[in-house]
């Protein structure tokens, strides 16, 4: 499961919010932390892909993700990202 909140350093949560606030790109590290409604597809990537390459070491696909510009594409990936590592 996805842990629904993530602590971040009050320095961090500013640097978050300026940046989006700024550039409107999320954060490149802690994009879970303003992560809203994709934890259940976060979820079953996880548990469909991830974990079976973690346990066997092998696997491959290929995934596409598309949205309209401004959709949240990056910040998905971003949050992937950090479910990955």
């Given at each position: 499961m996805i842990a629904k909140q993530v602590q971040v350093t009050?320095?961090?949560?500013?640097?978050?919010?300026q940046r989006m606030g700024e550039t409107?790109?999320?954060p490149e590290r802690n994009a879970?932390?303003?992560n809203v409604g994709t934890d259940e597809y976060?979820?079953?990537l996880?548990?469909?892909y991830l974990e079976p390459i973690r346990q066997h070491g092998r696997n491959s696909s290929f995934k596409?993700?598309?949205a309209p510009f401004g959709g949240?594409?990056?910040q998905f990936l971003h949050c992937l990202r950090e479910v990955a590592w």
């Open positions: 009050e320095p961090v949560a500013r640097h978050i919010i409107g790109q999320p879970l932390a303003v976060l979820n079953v996880r548990e469909e596409l993700v598309q949240g594409k990056t």
